[in-house]
């Protein structure tokens, strides 16, 4: 009934779990709690545990109300099979567990999440090359393809400084290649975009961010558009084989990440992230039209040396945003001039939470270079353009007036009559 080629996304979402029966007509998925699932035959519990048939066995591979979150996250990305991990950086850390061995060769997008920068760093260490480019041009993805690179990533929006990647044409060229193609759509979200409409072979998303929405779970997802050949991909193990070859990559990472490293997401949370779900695009809309708000407002600042926001004509890739995203997220970066102090300003914001996270319904505000950003030194910062002053902005639900009058106190208060001239 809720085909989302068929139904709007919000109406598909909301009637997802009915598509498959559910215990007294409950509208939500319950959430199970067992570790194990029981057979009254045994020969039953031989054949799902052979894949002879579908079926639960133990809680770290899969679990009824995680599976349902699966259908979900699968239908906003109409993807063909979808798996929920512990967290985000579980779903990132699993494409490199599950499909990447020693040798092999990524070309990754300078412009990252400081987490996976740094994921990135550790399997450098194990033997995988990784080469970082400015993705914003296909040429430089170009240019870093060696005969032994099995995938691009890239984020869609790079978080916190805001540059799209060139994802149309970066997926031309994997197409070209027959390369793994894994875009995070965490900033953007499948309801601003969806990445299998650029060629993306794996889809991430931080479903701690916008999917959840609320700032009370964790969770991640991965998600196979059913794009791409696993034939072509030389590291799927002979076990995976015996699937049908569209089912090899998911197999292998079902098995060899979230069964062996262990990333698996609980129901609680899973529960929570599907609640939140079903508001997704309401809050996308309001958070969208709050952060357009707030930043076209600094930007005419004159206390506001520069805003990082796409929806912004300023901003070097705002053309091809329009064109891809329906809306330019919630989330913006700005510098304020020499001579105001960020922490100062951020201690006058009296809505905004000077918290890490993002995509949450409250606004949240960071100073990115002494925080999530700190770890990784000076050197890798100017090189990603992050300056010392720049300040993250997560904007939430609040009422408009609200966030625009508290910013610009706060604007007025930390620069005080004597800079202001
Ligand atoms: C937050 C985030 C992640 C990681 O998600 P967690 O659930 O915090 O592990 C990955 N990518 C992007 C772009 C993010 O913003």
Redesign the pocket.
């Known amino acids: 009934m809720t085909d989302t080629k068929k139904y709007g996304f919000t109406t598909s979402i909301l009637h997802s779990d009915r598509q498959k029966p559910i215990e007294h007509g409950s509208p939500h998925k319950p959430i199970h709690t067992s570790v194990t699932f029981g057979y009254r035959d045994a020969r039953q519990l031989a054949e799902v545990f052979q894949g002879k048939q579908p079926g639960y066995r133990y809680g770290r591979q899969g679990n009824p109300t995680v599976s349902a979150l699966e259908d979900k996250v699968n239908r906003m990305e109409q993807g063909m099979a979808t798996i929920c991990f512990s967290?985000?950086?579980a779903a990132?850390a699993a494409v490199a567990q599950a499909l990447l061995r020693e040798g092999d060769h990524v070309v990754s997008s300078a412009f990252l999440?400081g987490?996976?920068n740094s994921l990135w760093q550790t399997i450098g260490g194990q033997g995988i090359d990784v080469s970082m480019v400015d993705a914003t041009d296909v040429k430089n993805v170009e240019a870093a393809i060696t005969p032994k690179t099995r995938l691009v990533f890239v984020?869609t929006i790079a978080?916190p400084r805001t540059q799209v990647a060139d994802l149309k044409r970066i997926g031309q060229l994997c197409r070209d290649r027959g390369l793994l193609y894994v875009v995070?759509n965490?900033?953007t979200s499948p309801y601003l975009f969806r990445p299998k409409m650029v060629g993306a072979s794996l889809v991430i998303n931080?479903l701690?961010?916008s999917i959840g929405g609320h700032g009370n779970a964790?969770?991640?997802s991965l998600t196979d558009t059913g794009l791409f050949d696993w034939t072509k991909f030389p590291n799927i193990f002979d076990t995976y084989k015996r699937y049908v070859p569209g089912q090899w990559g998911m197999a292998q990472i079902r098995a060899k990440s979230l069964r062996d490293f262990g990333g698996s997401l609980g129901p609680e949370a899973a529960h929570h992230i599907a609640v939140g779900a079903e508001t997704m695009a309401l809050r996308m809309e309001r958070e969208c039209s709050n952060a357009l708000a707030l930043a076209r407002m600094l930007e005419a600042d004159k206390r506001v040396a520069a805003v990082y926001y796409p929806g912004l004509p300023s901003h070097p890739q705002h053309k091809l945003a329009t064109e891809l995203f329906g809306g330019y997220g919630s989330l913006f970066s700005f510098e304020l001039v020499p001579g105001i102090d960020c922490f100062d300003f951020l201690n006058r914001l009296s809505i905004p939470i000077a918290a890490s996270n993002?995509g949450d319904t409250r606004t949240l505000v960071i100073p990115v270079a002494h925080t999530i950003f700190y770890e990784m030194g000076a050197e890798r910062r100017a090189s990603m353009g992050i300056a010392d002053s720049l300040i993250r902005v997560s904007v939430g639900i609040e009422d408009q007036v609200d966030l625009l009058n508290d910013f610009g106190q706060a604007l007025n208060d930390s620069a005080g009559s004597d800079t202001l001239s």
């Open positions: 967290t985000g950086m990132i999440f987490n996976t984020e978080n995070d965490t900033m931080a701690t961010k964790l969770g991640g993002l």
